[in-house]
């Protein structure tokens, strides 16, 4: 089957002509594959642990436009990836946290993307055959999509809720959201 990369997270995917997200734009090979990794998560409890990585880092690779609906998709799954990967956030309490965070989503602004997305896709996480290794797979892809963020990174700390904020002496040059 003939493929083509993703005009934005640089994976490779078969060509097809299909649907894709209202907001987080790619290519329909790219979507119809997510929807795929996303059936297999659904299929199995086994995968809860790594679902709401799977979500995150598809949606920072695929950020869309400047439009208000994008910048808000945006900040939150970098803002629940950054609790996941560096506050040692659990699928458990991942819902309360972002209820909190969703209460000052309108403070958001625009990320410009970086050019490179990371070098794992959703691509690699369709292609793995058992529950460990899609694991495995999405906690690299997790990884590699939050550093590819790396110069919004003291933004996206200033964006945390406060409690997970004060661990960071960091982020001089981000601007500090003032809740109301
Ligand atoms: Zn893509």
Known sequence: ?????????????P????????????APGCWATYGEVLAREYSDPAYFSVHRLTVD??????????????IQ??????????????????AEKANDLML????????????????????????????TTTVEAHKQRVREWARSSWDA??????????????RQRSRHSSGASATSIVRP
């Not at 089957?1 to 995917?13: L, P, R």
């Not at 963020?149 to 406060?162: E, G, K, N, Y």
């Open 15 to 26: 060509e097809t002509v299909g649907p894709v997200h209202a907001y987080m734009k790619s």
């Open 57 to 70: 880092a598809y949606a920072v690779q695929h950020p869309g436009s400047k439009d208000r609906q994008s």
């Open 100 to 127: 909190e965070v969703g209460k000052y989503k309108s403070a958001f602004t625009w990320l410009s993307p970086p050019a490179f997305m990371g070098a794992i896709t959703c691509a690699d996480v369709e292609r």
């Open 149 to 162: 963020w790396s110069l919004h990174h003291d933004q996206i700390r200033s964006w945390l809720p406060a």
């Open 73 to 90: 998709s945006v900040a939150f799954h970098l803002i629940r990836l950054c609790m996941f990967l560096e506050h040692d956030l659990t």
């Open 1 to 13: 089957m003939k493929t083509s990369k993703c005009f934005s997270c640089g994976g490779e995917f």
